[in-house]
């Protein structure tokens, strides 16, 4: 038989059926919540995984285009008249054909200024290499000293806005703020252009476009520049290096405002002769 302390100690501290009941009920929520919150937490880990690894897949591939594209430039073989398309298929053995480079160390080291010859094949080649993505994207393409901006070529998606209250669609530089993103499209007439810009180095003017465009993909080289920087006949004496900066950068098709395009000093190029 059960002693009596074995009786009185039952019935003063042995915890109730009730009590047990509620105690584990009480764990068992506990254990829900502590389940729950981890499996919210391993779904919000793998969506994050996922898209971060999409992401940069894509800024992966479009680093590899744009380096590629300007390795592209760097060793492309250009004629010397700009006038004048390189005919793969039959090829014109009497077709003076040059490195891009060359030519436009040649034309740089006279006077440090390229000519028009010169530019139009840069922005011939550079609109050849650049033609897969130009429909989506926007792009540039630099050559800088530490004094001034040798070359620039610009490529730009031309959109058209529809103000609020309007029906109208006007271009985007005349500053009227579309009401929504779906306001915004292409101009149908003349979707892209291409300019040479000569902006100030001092104005730092590429860094405020890329604020104004977002996340822009870059790829970056320098080159040895040489040019005449003395008064006498024997030019190999009297020659400079000069170590100038290549940039290729491209970025999603972007409204960019009339006064951001102002402070680069661009000329529009006309596409009809550069466009095999």
């Known amino acids: 038989m059960e002693s009596l302390n074995a009786q009185r100690y039952r019935k003063f501290f042995a915890p109730p059926r009730a009590s047990r009941g509620q105690a584990a009920v009480t764990d068992a929520l506990f254990l829900l919540v502590i389940i729950s919150s981890l499996t919210g937490f391993l779904f919000i880990f793998a969506s994050n995984y996922g898209k971060g690894i999409s992401d940069q897949v894509t800024r992966n591939d479009s680093f590899e285009f744009v380096s590629s594209a300007l390795k592209t430039l760097m060793y492309q073989s250009v004629t010397r008249d700009a006038a004048l398309f390189i005919d793969v298929q039959h090829p014109n053995p009497d077709l003076e054909v040059d490195y891009l480079m060359a030519l436009l160390k040649e034309d740089f080291a006279d006077d440090g200024i390229l000519t028009p010859n010169t530019q139009r094949n840069m922005a011939k080649s550079l609109y050849a290499v650049m033609r897969p993505v130009a429909d989506t994207q926007d792009y540039l393409f630099t050559i800088t ?5 040798v070359l620039m070529v610009i490529w730009r998606t031309r959109f058209l ?3 609020e209250g309007s029906t109208a669609y006007v271009p985007y530089n005349e500053g009227v703020d579309p009401a929504r993103f779906q306001n915004v499209k292409p101009d149908e007439d003349e979707p892209h252009e291409m300019f040479y810009c000569k902006p100030s180095v001092a104005g730092n003017p590429i860094q405020k476009l890329f604020l104004q465009v977002g996340t822009a993909t870059q790829a970056q080289g320098l ?11 024997l030019l190999a004496q009297d020659t400079c290096e000069l170590r100038a900066g290549v940039l290729l950068a491209t970025w999603t098709a972007t409204p960019i405002p009339e006064a951001e395009w102002q402070s680069l000093k661009c000329e529009k190029i006309d596409l ?3 466009a095999n």
């Open 145 to 149: 000293t530490a004094q001034e901006t």
């Open 161 to 163: 806005v529809q103000a």
């Open 223 to 233: 080159i040895s520049m040489v040019q005449f920087c003395g008064t006498s006949f």
């Open 272 to 274: 009809s002769g550069i």
